[in-house]
Structure formats: C-alpha cells, structure tokens
C-alpha cells in the first residue's frame, strides 16, 4: 500500500486500482454538548484492513459506529462503496438517515461485530447466522445453512450449531457473532473492540479468527485495544485523540516512529 | 370462553401496539397512551363495562343516526369482547414496555446493524427476545380476563355466573350449583396453568435455569 499515507485525501479509484469501500469526510458528532468527534475523514479500499486506536472518550467507538449509521453523525460525509449515505435534518434538528430502505441495504453489507457479541439469545447459534440472509437477503434457507455451517466450522464452532448463546463461553460467542457477520457476505467487516469484553485466556482464539480474515484480504475497519495485533494485522492505522486524527500512517511508522508526543505517550504506556 | 379468548387477544394486539407507542411514538402518541392506561387501570373494571357498554352502544348509535343509519343493536358478544380488550389492553401495555425494556439493547441495536426494517425487527427480533420477561404478567392477564366475564353479567350477557344464577334460583340448589361454577373456573385455570408453563419454557429455550444457581 504506497499511498496509505494520504488515504485520507483518496478518492473512489486510486493508484493501484483498488475501489474504495468506506470514505468519511470531515466526521463530526455531537452529543449534547459533547463534542465527540471534531471532524474525522478515513478511507478504506478494498483489502485494507484499518486499526483505529486511541484513549478511552476518544471517539473511535462511535466513529465506527457512524460508518452504518447506528449513530447519527451530526455532519460529514459517509460514502460506502462509493454510495454516500443521505441524511437529513429531523424535527429536532439531529440528523438522521433520509432514506431508511437506503441505509437498511447499506447496513446489510457491512458486517458488524460488537464488543458485548449481541447475539440473539432466544436463536441457537445456526439460526443466529442463517438470520440476516435468509430474513434480509432473501436467500433460500437450505442455501443458507450450508453457508452457515461451513462458517461454523471455519470458526471452529460446528458442533455448537444448536446450543444457544447463553450457553457458550465469550469467545465462543464473539467467534459466532464474526460466523454471523461472514454470512452476509459483508463488502466491509466492521469490529467493535472485539476482544474487549473476553476474559484474557479466550482472547487469543478470537484475534486468530479476525487474523486469518485479514490475511485473506478482507476489508475490515478494526477498533482495538490490541496494539500488538493491530500492528501485526492492520495495513494501516488511524491514531484518534480527542475526536480528531492525531496521527495515521503504516504499523510500522505509527508504533515503529511516531511523530507525535502524544501517540509516542500513548504507545509507551500501553506496552 | 369466547370473550375471554377475544378479549385477551385484541387486548395482546391493543398492548403490543400500545407498548411500541408508549416506547418509540411521537410525544402525542405517547400523551394519548399514558391518558388511556392511567384512566383504563385507575377505574373499576365494572364501571368501565358499564360506561363503555351502555355508553358506548349510544354513541355508536348516535352516529349512525347523524349519518343516516337505522339503529342497530350492538350484538352482545362483539360489545364484550371489545370492552374487556379496551381493559386488557391497558394492562398488557404495561406488562409488554416493561418486557420490550429488559431485551438487552444490544441485541436489538445488532438487528438494526445488520438491515432490518422495523417491522422484521420486531417480528423477529423484539418480540420473542421480550417473550420470557411479559410471559408472567400476560398469564396474570389471561386468567383476569377468564373471571372478568362474570362482570359482564351485568350488562345482561349471559356467561357461566349469569347462568349459574338463573339455575340455582330457579332450583334452591345455591351451594351446589355455584360449587360447581367455582370449580368450572378452576379446571379452565389449571388446564390454562400447564398451557402456559408450556410457552414459558418454550420462550425460555435460550436461557439458562435459574432454579439451579439457587440451591
């Protein structure tokens, strides 16, 4: 990736050819009076795989959480396969999508993992993943659970295929939810700190999981507490500090050379 | 049976409508909502039977004269039925928010990041994640309404106490025949009890017991 550096300039086709899957612009969110981001911009083309990193309150959350709308940003520019998201003012002046078939069939390609998993729990974990394409796609059921159970099994779930997710382990049912995710073919993967809720000895199994997607190509937009991952994984990475980009650039400049003081702070007191 | 069936699923229908109102409708809806379950649930079932009953039939009639119709006579089940239902479903409002408020909000913030509309969301999603939680209250509910009918003795319709009442005055045989009338009622609430406990553990399927953490 020669020009990751400048990403945040690119537009729909760059150099090396590949289309680009997210693009925000100037991102600002509001809540209240909180101004939690100041006016963000990050690009993600096909196969990229982009760590967001940063403090705790310092917008990286809910950055994602603006790329499929389930925060409203308060202005800014979202464009997901070159389609930009349209928003319009509410009658309480938030903003809001206007066009709710259109952010329905946006969301229904990205696949979102959350920090507490949010699997169905009245679904085993089968009918979890056949859910969205058989109920949102429109895809035939018996199509659908042959996709599902090969994802449980690439997930090393097969044999929990039945079991409801109140009777699995954490990372047995943040490696569901990513299964759930897969299922829909997602054009974007989008996690949510998804290690942040596991107990440190289940960790491992789900970054192996989200590993072995990034190196087959994926396009994935990852918020992480997991420096040692992201540097590993990611192609680039995004360092947010008190809703603005403080810094971004490839792994090995962002944790290798920081420039800032503050990502340099940042980055000591992690390791 | 009839009316409290009926009753009890219009009431259902008026609740789960009501609970989404009172959850996600505009500040008028939810106004409309808050009048209708204070005034429903702070007035005597009997009162509201005969107020709605006898005054409700007048205003129907009332507007169809005004618009040029014959009278009608409210046939007295359909009134039943549609009265205990205005009731019920002000308690089943109530009973179905707080159900809809203990879905853990991630699950349904999962639905809508995955492309659901609203009303998948709801049939596929909320409502049986709210199950386990308003299975409780809406049992209570059901068996209010089975005895609720016997209010409706009082507007002249005749259901099991009604009858009860004419039988035994005609035979002396009080004790007897409202024995019998008791015990009726009993039977429709044991048989209603092993039906229910059915659709409890059914709702329950994906949660673990919590009998066995407490011993």
Redesign the interface.
């Given at each position: 990736m020669s020009d990751s550096a400048s990403t945040s300039l690119a537009t729909a086709e760059t150099q090396n050819g590949a289309a680009e899957a997210i693009h925000i612009e100037d991102l600002h969110k509001k809540f209240g009076q909180l101004h939690v981001l100041k006016g963000v911009s990050l690009s993600a083309r096909d196969g990229d795989v982009v760590a967001i990193i940063g403090g705790s309150g310092s917008g990286k959350s809910t950055l994602l959480r603006c790329i499929?709308c389930?925060e409203n940003p308060t202005s800014g520019i979202i464009r997901v396969n070159g389609e930009e998201i349209k928003l319009k003012a509410d009658s309480h002046g938030h903003t809001v999508p206007a066009d709710?078939r259109q952010?329905?069939?946006?969301?229904?390609k990205?696949g979102?993992v959350?920090q507490?998993?949010?699997?169905?729990?009245?679904?085993?974990l089968l009918e979890n993943v056949i859910?969205?394409p058989v109920?949102?796609l429109g895809i035939k059921r018996d199509a659908a659970v042959a996709t599902a159970e090969a994802l449980l099994d690439r997930v090393g779930l097969a044999d929990k295929r039945d079991v409801?997710?109140?009777?699995m382990s954490g990372g047995q049912q943040q490696r569901g939810a990513i299964a759930r995710a897969l299922a829909?073919q997602p054009r974007v993967m989008l996690f949510d700190e998804p290690t942040s809720a596991l107990d440190p000895e289940l960790v491992g199994e789900v970054l192996k999981v989200i590993g072995d997607l990034a190196e087959e190509g994926r396009t994935m937009i990852l918020v992480t507490h997991e420096m040692k991952f992201a540097r590993e994984v990611a192609t680039h990475v995004v360092y947010l500090y008190n809703g603005l980009v403080e810094e971004e650039g490839p792994p090995e400049q962002i944790f290798g050379a920081p420039k800032s003081d503050r990502l340099k702070q940042f980055i000591s007191n992690i390791h | 049976m009839q009316i409290a069936v009926g009753a009890f699923g219009f009431g259902l229908l008026i609740g789960t409508g009501g609970a989404y109102g009172k959850l996600y409708g505009g500040p008028v809806v939810r106004d409309l909502l808050e009048v209708y379950t204070t005034i429903v649930r702070a007035v005597p079932e009997l009162v509201l039977i005969l107020l709605l009953y006898f005054a409700g039939t007048d205003l129907i009639n009332r507007v169809l004269e005004a618009m040029g119709y014959a009278r009608i006579d409210v046939n007295g089940l359909v009134a039943g039925i549609w009265v205990l239902a205005f009731v019920q479903g002000a308690y089943a409002t109530e009973v179905i928010r707080g159900a809809i408020l203990s879905v853990p909000a991630g699950q349904i913030e999962a639905a809508r990041a995955y492309g659901m509309s609203p009303g998948m969301m709801l049939r596929r999603i909320t409502l049986p994640a709210m199950l386990p939680f308003a299975i409780p209250g809406l049992a209570n509910l059901w068996l209010i309404a089975t005895k609720d009918t016997a209010l409706l003795a009082i507007v002249g319709f005749s259901e099991l106490t009604q009858e009860t009442r004419t039988a035994a005055g005609q035979t002396k045989a009080y004790f007897t025949f409202f024995m019998a009338a008791g015990a009726l009622y009993l039977a429709l609430t044991l048989v209603s009890n092993v039906i229910i406990g059915r659709i409890e553990r059914w709702s329950r399927r994906g949660m673990p017991s919590v009998a066995g953490g407490a011993q």
């Open positions: 499929n389930l709710r952010i329905e069939r946006i969301r229904s990205l979102m959350f507490n998993f949010n699997l169905w729990s009245h679904m085993t859910e969205v109920h949102v409801y997710p109140a009777f829909i | -």
